[in-house]
Nanobody, 119 residues
């Protein structure tokens, strides 16, 4: 099990930037994949970006070119740099850690952090 603590959410005007942080209770290098997901009011949770232990990244089409996921192994932390924010990016952003044990995925989640983008 991995404990995850997010920080960095807040309110910003359209076009602005925020950086989210997700601190893990174990080395991120030992976690198969970490990612950021978001859920807006009345909508289903959706993937924003993921990064594997090997450093491969994946992004939702809606954030490509604007968001960057990265990690700092020394700090056991994963970041989401969000630039050129849009009102439609408003959501609760949650950090996810996925560990594969004998091929079976186990997911842990952070508590979520609110991001609000005003027009």
């Amino acid at each position: 099990q991995v404990q995850l603590v997010e920080s960095g959410g807040g309110s910003v005007q359209a076009g602005g930037s925020l950086r989210l942080s997700c601190a893990a209770s174990r080395t991120v290098f030992s976690i198969n994949a970490m990612g950021w997901y978001r859920q807006a009011p009345g909508k289903q949770r959706e993937l924003v970006a993921t990064i594997t232990s090997g450093g491969s990244t994946n992004y939702a089409d809606s954030v490509k070119g604007r968001f960057t996921i990265s990690r700092d192994n020394a700090k056991n932390t994963v970041y989401l740099q969000m630039n050129s924010l849009k009102p439609e990016d408003t959501a609760v952003y949650s950090c996810n850690a996925r560990i594969l044990i004998s091929g079976v995925p186990y997911d842990d989640w952070g508590q979520g952090t609110q991001v609000t983008v005003s027009s």
